[in-house]
């Protein structure tokens, strides 16, 4: 299967998700991130892992997808979970490749390792979440 292997690409692919999930973006940026795949804010900030652009297009839709509903639902729960599912299927299956591809590749720090399950993070006050390991940062009110 093929990866978003160019930025451009992949900020399309994310806008495409984006539109069809009625999400708002305001900002968009791709970054090298030791600990996550992506983080988010409800003003609509998003950043992602430059690693993405190596994984197959599949796993970064599940980032994608997982953290664009975040601006609909600020947690993992069941109204979170069941949209998850309407849009990728078995996105755990998903969820477990993409671990298995952190492992596996050598391009990916081992410090990213090992990663929480999402039902254990806690989502900070405002609303700051993140894919890929369980930490939040919480900087504002
Ligand atoms: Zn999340």
């Known amino acids: 299967m093929s990866t978003l292997n160019d ?3 992949f900020k399309a692919r994310v806008l495409a998700w984006a539109k069809k999930l009625d999400v708002p973006v ?6 090298q991130m030791r600990n996550k795949w992506a983080s ?7 950043n992602f892992n430059l690693d993405l ?3 197959e297009r599949d796993l970064a839709d599940y980032v994608i997808v997982h953290e664009l509903l975040h601006s ?12 998850m599912l309407v849009h ?11 671990v298995k591809t952190t ?3 050598k391009t990916v720090p081992q410090q990213r390792l090992p990663v929480i399950p999402f039902e254990q ?8 979440v993140e894919t890929g390991q369980g930490v939040v940062t919480s900087r504002r009110k």
Not at 40 to 46: D, F, L
């Open 7 to 9: 930025k451009a690409g």
């Open 26 to 31: 305001r900002a968009l940026s791709l970054r």
């Open 40 to 46: 988010c804010s409800t003003a609509g900030n998003y």
């Open 53 to 55: 652009l190596e994984v």
């Open 72 to 83: 609909h639902v600020p947690n993992h729960g069941k109204l979170w979970k069941s949209m």
């Open 88 to 98: 990728l299927g078995d996105y755990d299956a998903l969820a477990a490749r993409l």
């Open 103 to 105: 492992t596996s590749e």
């Open 121 to 128: 993070r806690k989502i900070g006050r405002n609303n700051v």
